[in-house]
Every structure is written in C-alpha cells, then in structure tokens.
C-alpha cells in the first residue's frame, strides 16, 4: 500500500508521463494551427474580387435592418460581419478576413473533435458520409 504521507514517490506516478503527453498535444496544435493561419494569409489579397466576393461586399454595405430582414437568398451572419468589418476598409484583405477567421475556427473545431473522439471512432463513421 502507499501511504499518504510518504515521501511523495509514487504519489503520482504518471504525472510526468501525462505533461509529456499534453506538451506533445500542446506543440502538434500549434504546428497545425500556423500551418493552417499561414495557408489562409499566404496571397490572402493577391486577386482581385471574385463574383460571390463582391455579391457579399455589395450585401454588406446595406444597412444592418436591411442585411437582416431583406436578404432572401443570403444568410445574414456573414454579411453582418462583414458589414462591421468594412469600417476598417474596403481593401481585398480586409473583406476577406472573416472568411480566414471562419476557416481557422474551423481547423480549431477539427482539432478538439479529434482529440476528444479517437480517430478510429470517426473513421468507423467515415462510410456513411
């Protein structure tokens, strides 16, 4: 048995095992996630403004009641931001920059769902996708 008020040695075994473990997840994710942050920036303003690029500049620039009640086909949570962001400018980096922050969100959300759900668990799903 090992009693409480020992010299502390086998107190906790597997902590230093399980600081290893969480720094290697701590230094994976940030590989991934500058990775992933420099791919969205790399020629980020490069082009010029595609088609559905200058629909959502033009949806933007309305009025926030108009962004929300009179958008038919167009779902009102980008436009607002963008709406907002457009205060910063109306350069191609800065009307996409909504977009690199959803696309990093997104890499962010695949991390954690990884991690909590073992890759072979999901790749158990992968055939009814």
């Known amino acids: 048995m090992y009693s409480q008020t020992g010299s502390g040695k086998n ?13 290697s997840v701590n230094i994976c994710l940030f590989i991934i996630l500058s990775i992933a ?11 010029s403004f595609w088609s559905d690029e200058i629909i959502s500049m033009v949806h933007a620039q309305k009025t926030v009641t108009e962004i929300i009640f009179l958008n038919e086909n167009f ?14 400018g ?8 909504p977009s690199v922050g959803f696309g990093f969100g997104s ?13 072979r668990r999901l790749l158990s799903f992968l055939p009814f996708c």
């Open 90 to 97: 109306q350069s191609e980096i800065i009307a996409r920059l």
């Open 37 to 47: 942050l420099f791919f969205r920036l790399f020629h980020l303003g490069h082009q």
């Open 75 to 88: 779902p009102p949570l980008y436009n607002l931001i963008l709406h907002f962001q457009l205060y910063l």
């Open 107 to 119: 890499v962010i959300f695949l991390f954690f769902c990884l991690r909590r759900y073992s890759i």
């Open 11 to 23: 107190k906790n075994r597997y902590s230093n095992h399980s600081s290893r473990g969480q720094n």
